[in-house]
């Protein structure tokens, strides 16, 4: 490559070689547990690999922040300072939906974005099973497939198919369980599928309306939310700021997301009521 390269060229590239790795492990793979019900793979692991590789030949000064272990130190969790860092650096899913990939469900996927600060500049999100990748850049709007992707204008609950999210350690009074009792009796439909980054590219592209999440990592989050933003769609902390401002903090990026700005404050109201 001459120059400087493309900062969402190298998301794709990665995104899809990380893919090609886990098809390349599909059925031939180890599993740990990392904690109780929360697994990793060698196919994570190679995934990760192949993704820095990747990215260090590109851009060998930035940052890099996966959420598997890197040379046996576990990353900080959400909240703790480091999580995500400062400065330019890549954030990193390299499996996202490790469950459905070890059981054989189809819901999973490679997230790659790099971020200057909280400033999401370029993602990926490719899913191997169905060949679909997922990209954008901040103010060039989101594509799938060379088509732009505009998030469809649902600004009623009742005529939204919400996404729910749950921790690997959910229990009777996690709040993750208060937030789908409260939610499912005013939307069309619910849906879990295990993979944040693609509900969040699912919403940008219209096969979801709303989602939100309490726990989750940056590298859930990061390409799937400059997605949605860039389709037209809404984001923001599940209480809404005084000064309007919606800005998501990737170190700690708990976050309610819609198809539009109405379905937006539907959602919060909906969640509110029922804390």
């Known amino acids: 490559?001459?120059?400087?390269?493309?900062?969402?060229?190298?998301?794709?590239?990665?995104?899809?070689?990380?893919?090609?790795?886990?098809?390349?492990?599909?059925?031939?793979?180890?599993?740990?547990?990392?904690?109780?019900?929360?697994?990793?793979?060698?196919?994570?692991?190679?995934?990760?690999?192949?993704?820095?590789?990747?990215?260090?030949?590109?851009?060998?000064?930035?940052?890099?922040?996966?959420?598997?272990?890197?040379?046996?130190?576990?990353?900080?969790?959400?909240?703790?300072?480091?999580?995500?860092?400062?400065?330019?650096?890549?954030?990193?899913?390299?499996?996202?939906?490790?469950?459905?990939?070890?059981?054989?469900f189809p819901a999973f996927c490679v997230s790659v974005a790099v971020a200057d600060g909280d400033d999401i500049l370029a993602g990926a999100i490719y899913d191997p099973l169905r060949d679909e990748c997922f990209t954008a850049r901040r103010g060039g709007g989101a594509f799938l497939a060379g088509r732009r992707l505009t998030a469809p204008r649902v600004a009623a609950l009742e005529e939204a198919v919400a996404a729910v999210s749950f921790p690997p350690q959910v229990t009777a009074t996690s709040p993750a369980i208060a937030d789908f009792v409260a939610v499912a009796p005013h939307v069309r439909a619910v849906r879990r599928t295990g993979s944040t980054a693609l509900n969040l590219a699912w919403l940008a592209c219209g096969r979801l309306h709303a989602f939100w999440a309490r726990q989750v990592a940056c590298w859930d989050v990061a390409a799937g939310l400059l997605i949605l933003l860039e389709s037209g769609g809404a984001a923001g902390p599940f209480v809404a700021r005084a000064d309007g401002g919606d800005a998501i903090p990737l170190d700690d990026p708990a976050f309610v997301a819609a198809s539009t700005p109405e379905l937006l404050g539907a959602l919060r109201n909906a969640l509110a009521a029922g804390a």
């Open 1 to 104: 490559m001459s120059g400087t390269p493309d900062l969402l060229a190298v998301c794709e590239a990665a995104a899809r070689a990380g893919g090609h790795v886990l098809r390349d492990w599909a059925g031939r793979f180890a599993i740990r547990e990392k904690a109780a019900r929360d697994f990793v793979t060698e196919a994570d692991l190679e995934s990760q690999r192949e993704i820095r590789r990747i990215v260090a030949a590109a851009f060998p000064g930035h940052g890099f922040v996966g959420e598997e272990a890197d040379a046996g130190t576990a990353q900080p969790p959400p909240g703790a300072p480091g999580h995500s860092g400062s400065g330019t650096r890549w954030i990193v899913d390299p499996l996202d939906g490790t469950t459905n990939y070890v059981h054989g």
